[in-house]
């Protein structure tokens, strides 16, 4: 069955990093474009960033410079790394692929991400 599961979320103080992961399983991980969204009970669920099966990487503006998506095809994992977290990063994060031919979708069910002052 199709899986992705995300880890590493946390409570971190401003300033501070986490390396978010997204385990997947059940299709073809190498074919599919992964990025990571966002969440929070206030806002709707946003791009975060974005990597191509040919490993470019695109990001919010609000994140450039800051966050880094990468992709191990072999293990089948995504990774976040963020550095110099601030307050509006809290949020849930959500690991995310889409298909490039029938350009089906899946998410995974999130990791919390909370950023103290």
């Known amino acids: 069955q199709v899986r992705l599961v995300e880890s590493g979320g946390g409570l971190v103080q401003s300033g501070g990093s986490l390396r978010l992961s997204c385990a997947a399983s059940g299709f073809a991980f190498s074919n599919h474009v992964m990025s990571w969204y966002r969440q929070t009970p206030d806002k709707p669920r946003e791009l975060v960033a974005t990597?191509?099966?040919?490993?470019?990487?695109t990001y919010a503006d609000a994140v450039k410079g800051r966050f880094t998506i990468s992709r191990d095809n072999a293990k089948k994992m995504l990774y976040l790394q963020m550095f110099w977290l601030r307050t509006d990063d809290t949020a849930v994060y959500f690991c995310?692929?889409?298909?490039?031919?029938?350009?089906?979708?899946?998410w995974g069910q999130g990791t919390q991400v909370t950023v103290s002052s």
């Open positions: 990597i191509t099966t040919s490993e470019t990487t």
């Open positions: 995310h692929s889409l298909g490039p031919l029938t350009r089906r979708e899946y």
